[in-house]
């Protein structure tokens, strides 16, 4: 069999009417399926369910109250119960005095961090929008959407730096953060990113850690939203490799307050009434719960507390991890196989095989990921919209996509990605037809 790029014109002509085919055929059945958002399913939901039941409702509120400086069911407590911060903190890594757990949700803490940032400055700086040119951020694409939409929200521009296999170009990071005054921040998922599902090398880590930043106010947004989410069996394995922390590193590096890492439960328990983490030095602690004693009287410590009966270690946590996993890596699997059956021997496309996370990036040749998208939605598959791995929406290539295997279940995923491959399939050969 020939791939596309050795057929002629006559076999491309061929080939795509055979696609239109197909792809008129799964029309023609009325499909409604979805592998747009990273949302777990209703079945890795039930595994938290017990957690509700946890908090005693009747006759014994001692137990609210037991070990806390607060009642549980009263205001206080800015940065969170300690039992949370220190599971939390075991989750990232760091030591609990060094942890704030908040509300529900780590997009709001990071929300919260830009949105002070540019009304206040960080740590005394100059607030970010009072200065004379706009601030900027480094973006590694392709990356999360709802980073980008931050930055964008409040007019920070964002430049873009290639993700590799062992993390961002950190020639290009470097360059930048250590040059212009002008960069305050850079987006990090270090382990397991979205979309690709990297894991950041320890040099890569160090490195971010020996960095010079030009502007006192740069920070590093560590966004570890995958830090236990693991595929494999083994969470430590060469497949799954451990993450370097970066408050340790850039401790050594004597850059102990240019990061903020953030975590939360959402993949872990339920999405969006999960607890959400912020960790970083002891001097930005400092002024960020400062900052946060305007905002909140303090956090739902229930919900903390219900999380750590739930969950009370890391091991706790790995084992729950790993019910997550048995449910969802079928999930990941069958997409690795309908992709590799699907366009074996066209030369097309190329994906990438994470050991944990959310995702997988699919790349299609130049010019077709909007094309591939539309026609699935032609076809009732819904994906994440083609360029939503960059910012402002723009994939420079047009090639990129994010499949999002989690939520349907095996037999709508199976439909789904049968469809995405002939859509693929299809674009790519709409690219080889010459007018
Ligand atoms: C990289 C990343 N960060 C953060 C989030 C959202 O986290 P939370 O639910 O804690 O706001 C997601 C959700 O998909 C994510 O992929």
Not at 275 to 295: C, D, H, P, V, Y
Not at 365 to 381: D, F
Request: net charge negative; hydrophobic share 40%; glycine share 8%.
């Amino acid at each position: 069999m020939k791939t596309y790029g050795e057929m002629v014109q006559e076999e491309v002509r061929a080939a795509l009417a055979e696609e239109r085919e197909r792809h008129e055929a799964f029309v023609r059945r009325g499909l409604k399926l979805n592998m747009a958002r990273g949302k777990p399913a209703p079945e890795q939901l039930d595994l938290s369910l017990p957690m509700l039941d946890l908090l005693p409702s009747q006759g014994s509120s001692e137990l609210l109250r037991a070990g806390a400086q607060d009642d549980l069911r009263n205001y206080g407590g800015l940065t969170g119960i300690a039992a949370a911060r220190e599971l939390m903190g075991a989750i990232m890594g760091v030591p609990p005095s060094n942890v704030l757990v908040g509300g529900n949700s780590s997009l709001t803490l990071m929300y919260n961090m830009v949105s002070r940032a540019m009304t206040h400055g960080v740590l005394g700086s100059t607030p970010w929008a009072t200065l004379p040119e706009r601030p900027a951020f480094l973006c590694p694409v392709p990356g999360y959407d709802r980073h980008f939409a931050i930055c964008e929200h409040f007019g920070i521009r964002m430049i873009t730096v290639p993700l590799g296999e062992t993390g961002p170009d950190m020639e290009v990071v470097e360059h930048y953060v250590n040059t212009d005054p002008l960069i305050k921040g850079i987006w990090c998922v270090p382990r397991f990113s979205n979309p690709t599902g990297i894991v950041y090398s320890d040099e890569t880590v160090e490195r971010f850690a020996g960095l010079s930043p030009a502007a006192a106010d740069f920070r590093i947004y560590w966004d570890n939203a995958y830090a236990v989410h693991e595929l494999v069996e083994d969470s430590q394995s060469a497949e799954a490799p451990p993450l370097l922390s970066i408050g340790d590193a850039c401790e050594r590096a004597s850059n102990s307050d240019i990061w903020y890492e953030f975590a939360s439960s959402s993949k872990i328990t339920f999405a969006g009434s999960g607890i959400a983490a912020l960790a970083s030095s002891e001097e930005n602690s400092k002024a960020i719960t400062e900052a946060l004693g305007f905002q909140t009287i303090g956090p739902d410590k229930l919900n903390q507390e219900r999380h750590v009966l739930f969950l009370p270690n890391l091991d706790a946590v790995h084992a729950h991890m790993r019910r997550h996993a048995a449910l969802i890596k079928p999930k990941f699997e069958l997409v690795q196989r309908v992709l590799a059956e699907g366009l074996a021997g066209t030369g097309v496309g190329s994906w990438t095989r994470p050991q944990g996370g959310y995702f997988i990036s699919f790349d299609g040749p130049p010019h077709t990921a909007r094309r591939t998208v539309e026609l699935a939605a032609q076809a009732g598959v819904v994906l994440t919209p083609a360029g939503a791995t960059y910012p402002y929406g723009a994939d420079p290539l047009d090639a990129n996509i994010r499949i999002a295997p989690t939520y349907p279940g095996l037999d709508e995923l199976q439909e789904a990605a049968e469809v995405f491959v002939v859509c693929a399939r299809t674009a790519a050969l709409e690219q080889l037809v010459k007018a």
